[in-house]
């Protein structure tokens, strides 16, 4: 598979409705901001920004044999966490929430199905573990 057609993310259209789903979950105020923090990147910073999500995602593939509770699997996450900041900061309440969706929701599972059949539910459990971990 391409490195494009592995993680392709999603066209403006299904950006902008998923956008006014989270509003409804996060507030409009937080969702805006992060809209407007995405279109303030030059299209090279996309590009970049997009890129390392997607080494994240192919990284944590990689680490699923080993565990979810692994430390390789850890450090993945904490490095998935960090790169929320170019969107937005969650906290550790809102990071857990947004990996159960990409398990739950269809439509964010299908897109890790493409990737790989188990890592929607392996990024929910890593992240899980990780919240946990930081929880204590």
Known sequence: MSDKAYFEGFSEEEQEKYAAEAEELYGAESVRASMQKWKAYSADEKKRIMDEGSQN????????????????????????????????????????????????????????????PQLAEFMRDAVKVYVANQKK
């Open 57 to 116: 995602y192919k990284d944590m593939i990689a680490a699923m044999p080993k565990g979810a509770d692994s430390l390789e699997a850890q450090a993945i996450v904490e490095r998935w966490r960090k790169h929320m900041d170019y969107f937005w900061t969650p906290n550790l309440d809102q990071l857990l929430a947004l990996a159960n969706g990409y398990y739950e929701d269809p439509r964010f599972k299908a897109t890790f199905d493409n990737m790989h």
